[in-house]
T-cell receptor, first 114, second 113 residues
Framework: DADVTQTPRNRITKTGKRIMLECSQTKGHDRMYWYRQDPGLGLRLIYYSFDVKDINKGEISDGYSVSRQAQAKFSLSLESAIPNQTALYFC?????????????FGDGTRLSIL | LAKTTQPISMDSYEGQEVNITCSHNNIATNDYITWYQQFPSQGPRFIIQGYKTKVTNEVASLFIPADRKSSTLSLPRVSLSDTAVYYCLVGVPMDTGRRALTFGSGTRLQVQP
């Protein structure tokens, strides 16, 4: 979805480095999410935020932190990257205005940790 | 955590109808059932969502029985471009006490000419 932008699209880094992945959206949605996807597997939820002051852990939050700087921005940080965090990371947004609104995904960030 | 159960993979031929069934025994009263499609190296894309009975859009139909413990995504007359992974989602309880959507492994659909 072009309205959900992830940067960078690709990143290669070394073990122990601090990494920040950024997500911005122009959809005006209040909810934002971070997922990771490993080869051949489904997406796993890392963190989610229902509004600027609300942050919640997902299935696999250990080793990650997030910041919701504004309604439109939600960043994911790896404080000290390790090789098993090599994965494809997706940001998503949804709107709570009515019902269970579907999520809209960015194109992903491919992260490799050496 | 409660999760959905789908077949790992399915094969079909162009022009056929494909039905993918998902089990979600622990669905909550307020949960909707949502299906996504994912192509390699792309984010999942919303296909269809429903709460009960039948929903149809220009892409697919979704059939949900009265007990809502399963659902079936129906893709009419598939083409090669429908080759993708299909995910069924309902809410699951998180440690926070909230329900959030989580993806299972999905169903890998391969459409042959």
């Amino acid at each position: 979805d072009a309205d959900v932008t992830q940067t960078p699209r690709n990143r290669i880094t070394k073990t122990g480095k601090r990494i920040m992945l950024e997500c911005s959206q122009t959809k005006g949605h209040d909810r934002m999410y971070w997922y990771r996807q490993d080869p051949g597997l489904g997406l796993r939820l890392i963190y989610y935020s229902f509004d600027v002051k609300d942050i919640n852990k997902g299935e696999i939050s250990d080793g990650y932190s997030v910041s919701r700087q504004a309604q439109a921005k939600f960043s994911l940080s790896l404080e000290s990257a390790i090789p098993n965090q090599t994965a494809l990371y997706f940001c998503a947004t949804s709107d709570t205005s009515s019902g269970n609104q579907p999520q809209h995904f960015g194109d992903g960030t491919r992260l490799s940790i050496l | 955590l409660a999760k959905t159960t789908q077949p790992i993979s399915m094969d079909s031929y162009e022009g056929q109808e494909v039905n993918i069934t998902c089990s979600h025994n622990n669905i909550a009263t307020n949960d909707y059932i949502t299906w996504y499609q994912q192509f390699p190296s792309q984010g999942p894309r919303f296909i269809i969502q429903g709460y009960k009975t039948k929903v149809t859009n220009e892409v697919a139909s979704l059939f949900i029985p009265a007990d809502r413990k399963s659902s079936t995504l129906s893709l009419p007359r598939v083409s090669l471009s429908d080759t993708a992974v299909y995910y069924c989602l309902v809410g699951v309880p998180m440690d926070t006490g909230r329900r959030a959507l989580t993806f299972g492994s999905g169903t890998r659909l391969q459409v042959q000419p």
